[in-house]
């Protein structure tokens, strides 16, 4: 991961991400069940964070589509 911000708004958050080429969800995933401090930041997010209708269980982030980019 090059860079990462989270932005908050009410009971949402939002999440940019800068990946190389090596980055992969999935390790990424495995990475973070397996780390106490960011589990620990998880659950503490809970308490501010809704998960989204569409989301499974104790799902919140989700990919999103990106439809404008200013500098494109």
């Known amino acids: 991961m090059e860079a990462l911000?989270?932005?908050?708004?009410?009971?949402?958050?939002?999440?940019?991400m800068e990946v190389n080429e090596h980055f992969s969800f999935e390790a990424k995933g495995r990475a973070d069940q397996s780390n106490p401090k960011v589990q620990d930041w998880e659950n503490?997010?809970?308490r501010f964070q809704?998960?989204?209708?569409?989301?499974k269980?104790?799902?919140?982030?989700?990919?999103?589509?990106?439809i404008f980019d200013l500098e494109s």
């Open 50 to 55: 809704q998960s989204l209708p569409q989301a």
């Open 44 to 46: 503490l997010m809970w």
């Open 5 to 16: 911000e989270i932005y908050l708004f009410g009971p949402r958050m939002f999440m940019i």
């Open 57 to 66: 269980p104790r799902e919140k982030w989700l990919l999103m589509e990106k």
